[in-house]
Each structure stands twice: as C-alpha cells, then as structure tokens.
C-alpha cells in the first residue's frame, strides 16, 4: 500500500509522491472520474517532510541517507519517453545534515534553497546553483548560507527571497534581493552598499522608535548599527539625527558582516575530452582575481606547508618581520 503524500503539477500531468515511488496521474483523452488512472512512473525512496518542488522541467525532492538526507533531481527523458531522478548529492554524500525540512526553488536564479531539521543547522540555508547550457549542466554547485539566528520559513518571489527569523522572543520577516537593488554608491568605482538587515532611512530618525521596530531582538544595540549615505560614507548616530534624511538624500542603516568565499580545489581539464585528471599532482604558480564595483577586500593564501600569506591591497603581499614575502605565488 502507497500512502500518497504530496502532488506536484508536472509536464502535463500530476506527479504524486509516496515513500517509495513516484506516481503520475493522467488520462488517454478527457480527464474525468471514468477514465482517470494513476501509474507507477520510478521508484525511487524519498524523504517527504518536505514538500516536492517543481523548477523549469525538473522536480527536486528530498531522500534520507541516515544522519544525512540527499537530494534527487526528476526529469523527464522525452526521446527514450522515460522518467529518471539523478542524484544531485552524490559527490556531497554527508553535506546536507539531518532530514530536509524544506525546500523552496527558482527557474529564475538556477537555484534551490533547502533547510534541515538538524539543530546544527537551524541557522543555516543550503544552497544547490546549477545551470544548463543546451542538454549539458554545466554547473552543479553546493554551499551554504549561515545566519545569525533561527530560520522558520523561507520562500521566493520573482529575484527575491523572504525569510522569516526568530530572535528571541520575536518574529522578523527580512527580504534578500538576488540581484542588484538600488543601494548603490552614486561614486565613480560604484558598489552595493552592503549591510545585514539593511533599512532604508528617509525621514527624521528616532532612535528608541527605529530599535524597537527593526533590532528589538536580544543583543542586538544601537552601537553595532553602521549608518551608510548614498556615496559609501560612515555616518554617526548623532550625524544622522541632525542631518534628519529625506527621500533624495536617504541614509541606510544596517549591521557589519563578513562575507568569505573558500575557492573550490583548482583541477586540471583534458581539453579534447573534456574531462579533469585525478592522478598526479597539480601546481600552480599564479592565480589572477577579476573584480569591480566591489569594496575593501583581503585575500588569504595558505599553501600546503607553507604559511599564510594575505594579500589586502598593492602593498600588502604578506611579508615576514624581515620584509620578505612568504608562501605567495608559491
């Protein structure tokens, strides 16, 4: 017996999940009560706490590989006429801990979003970027988003994700733009204005007022607050109050973060057949960075046995007491 669990409208027809197979409800001609059928289309085991979700041609869905969860990716193979799902967690085989609890896709960003029920993780969004080109994926990349407290849902809408958080004994609803929003420097080397939980400040500011609206949460205090102005400049508190911000003149109020990204380990590809090698050892000598519109950044280097270098500016290419450059460009 297949308890059915969930349904998912799917080319053309209804796809409908239980524990161990999947299920497509159709008819020959004209759906109704007398020429309906469900049929067996795969067999694959599935996790479905969290609901299945439909992007573009594909439906993601979640399955438990004991402390660990996975997760498959349907499709529809139009020229053999046949339904398979690959998993897209096989190289990631203990990444996403405990059982998904949710899932949330876009066809627009190539993205899904998932959370677990790991207490490990209850801060924390795990992130699958993939992208097609033509038949092949030419992407199929995992990281994960961390933070700062609890996550309890999460939902897209257009280029936007929404998020609700707790934080203490309260409830935020925050919104995240996948591209880029109008917070942008109006300098010459223009770039986002970066701030956590960022609010946009148009009229005469109220300190006590502002608080308790938007960071009324535990640990949180008007001194961790960085107020920015369209040019990129640092405000004080009090420098805002007197100036009392207007519609063209907005100041945007927000909290620091750190933002890091650990490159993934550099192969070396046979460019006939397309293919990485796995055996030998690679050496590089030079890595080139490409970048704009982007604010102070520092690079840390750390090859294996060797110390670490970090690069921040033109002038600092991680030197010892003595002047000389260690483990950069090694």
Do not use: C
């Not at 998904?100 to 998932?114: E, F, G, P, R």
Request: no cysteine; charged share 25%; proline share 2%.
């Amino acid at each position: 017996v297949s308890i059915l669990k969930h349904a998912v409208p799917f080319a053309e027809s209804l796809l409908i999940f239980s524990d161990l197979s999947q299920f497509v409800l159709k008819s020959n001609e004209f759906l109704s009560p007398q020429t309906v059928r469900i049929d067996v289309t795969t067999n694959f085991e599935a996790s479905l706490t969290a609901k299945p979700v439909a992007a573009g041609k594909y439906v993601f869905f979640g399955v438990n590989k004991g402390l660990s969860s996975g997760v498959r990716e349907f499709y529809v193979e139009v020229q053999a006429e046949t339904n398979d799902a690959t998993d897209i967690t096989s190289h990631i085989p203990e990444y996403l801990k405990g059982d998904v609890s949710q899932i949330a896709a876009s066809s627009n960003a190539d993205m899904i979003l998932l959370r677990t029920n790991s207490s490990d993780e209850e801060n924390n969004i795990f992130v699958y970027s993939y992208h097609w080109q033509g038949t092949e994926k030419v992407q199929s990349a995992w990281s994960k988003w961390k933070f700062d407290d609890k996550i309890i849902n999460f939902s897209f809408l257009e280029d936007e994700i929404y998020f609700v958080f707790e934080r203490g004994t309260k409830v935020y609803l925050e919104q995240m733009t996948l591209g880029e929003d109008e917070a942008i420097e109006t300098t010459t080397n223009s770039h986002s204005i970066h701030l956590d939980r960022r609010v946009k400040l148009t009229s005469a500011y109220s300190s006590s007022g502002f608080q308790s609206a938007y960071y009324a949460d535990a640990g949180t205090s008007n001194g961790n607050l960085k107020f920015v102005n369209k040019e990129g400049d640092e405000k004080t508190e009090a420098e805002v109050i007197a100036t009392a911000p207007t519609s063209s003149a907005p100041i945007y109020a927000g909290i620091e973060y750190t933002f890091k990204y650990h490159f993934s380990e550099q192969v070396m590809r046979d460019p006939q057949r397309e293919i990485a090698y796995t055996t030998g050892r690679l050496q590089l000598r030079n890595m080139s960075l490409n970048f704009s519109k982007t604010g102070f950044f520092k690079v840390n280097i750390k090859p294996i046995g060797h110390d670490l270098a970090t690069r921040a500016d033109d002038t600092s290419v991680g030197l010892d007491q003595n002047g000389v450059r260690k483990g950069y460009q090694r």
